[in-house]
């Protein structure tokens, strides 16, 4: 029953709350129930992902992003029919109050088709890795190395698992060892290098791409691995038309403190003892059009924030698309590299 429960939780828990339970039991899914254990709901990563998108807050209650009449059996024959005729997630097993007794996941988790996107993928890889010495200062914080692949070529597979397989790699500091590891790699990725003379920061090496592209690229950081659904990142970023769109995840964390908010003349205004909370956070990666071009200077160092900023300065359309914190693995911080290997590769 303990597996089970990981699944389901209360009709008043949050949004934020929806999210944290669906990243744990990592199906996607998570089924609403009321005290009797009575199922009242679903709710899926892109369910909540619409909800945000509509201006639902993390705070809001999860029944206002659920499906109030999920599909349900009432026996394992009945559950392994619907699973298998529907390629549903999961499919939860009720009896005849409606209550909840099992989950029918199918014969283990399958791994689904991908349908392809099929845009190139530039990568700013120019940076000195900082955040990763002392190993960048032997190696360049791309090749270092995530259990048995360097950080980039973890990148590489999970554009290509979409049929993204045209990459573009701003280098600049110790880019002959990078250059090397792939002339010696026997995947022969299909990559275009492109120099810094001097560095321009996270958004400026684009400027040695002007002309390359007539239509929509991703562009990305070299510590950024994604394991979202960037069909449904691309879909959403033509649709609205945008000029630039950040992907970002939700990052929940609980201040380990009581947490006092203070008026007039020392007066409390509330008290919150150990609240959880949520933010947006950038990963660093993005769905450009050719046009932001047109705010980049050759040879000026800039980060790319800052470009965001003056598109939208300039009334062009730039947007979010939300992820969940646990798609999002930032490779670029030395106490994040044995999670990302844990999480690739498992124990």
């Not at 007039?264 to 450009?288: D, H, R």
């Amino acid at each position: 029953m303990d597996e089970i429960v990981k699944f389901w939780g209360p009709v008043t828990m949050s949004v934020s709350e929806a999210m944290q339970l669906i990243d744990n039991n990592a199906y996607g899914i998570a089924f609403l129930t009321d005290d009797e254990r009575r199922l009242k709901g679903c709710v899926t990563d892109g369910d909540i992902r619409r909800y945000l998108l509509s201006g639902g807050q993390m705070s809001g209650c999860v029944m206002d992003a659920a499906n109030t009449d999920p599909k349900v059996a009432k026996s394992d024959e009945e559950a392994h029919g619907l699973y298998h005729k529907k390629n549903y997630i999961v499919i939860p097993i009720v009896d005849e109050d409606g209550r909840i007794v099992a989950l029918y996941t199918g014969d283990g988790r399958e791994i689904r088709k991908k349908n392809p996107v099929n845009i190139p993928v530039v990568i700013n890889a120019g940076g000195k890795g900082t955040r990763l010495e002392p190993f960048t200062k032997v190696l360049p914080k791309p090749l270092i190395p995530v259990g048995d692949l360097p950080i980039i070529e973890h990148i590489f597979r999970e554009y290509q698992s979409y049929e993204c397989n045209e990459f573009h790699i701003i280098v600049n500091y110790k880019k002959e060892l990078l250059k090397a590891y792939f002339a010696d790699n026997e995947n022969h990725y299909d990559i275009t290098w492109y120099d810094e003379e001097k560095p321009l920061g996270t958004g400026g090496g684009l400027s040695l791409l002007r002309g390359k592209f007539k239509d929509t690229f991703f562009f990305a950081n070299c510590d950024a691995l994604l394991t979202a659904n960037y069909e449904s990142m691309v879909k959403f970023h033509k649709e609205n038309k945008n000029l630039i769109t950040m992907i970002c995840a939700y990052k929940n964390m609980n201040i380990p403190y009581g947490v006092v908010e203070m008026g007039v003349n020392g007066s409390i205004l509330e008290m919150k003892e150990k609240p959880l909370v949520s933010f947006l956070t950038n990963t660093g990666i993005y769905i450009v059009e050719p046009e932001v071009f047109d705010y980049i200077e050759d040879g000026v160092s800039v980060g790319f924030p800052d470009i965001v900023e003056k598109v939208r300065n300039d009334g062009k359309k730039v947007a979010v698309f939300p992820v969940s914190e646990n798609d999002w693995m930032d490779m670029g911080q030395l106490p994040e590299l044995e999670k990302m290997r844990i999480k690739l590769y498992g124990e």
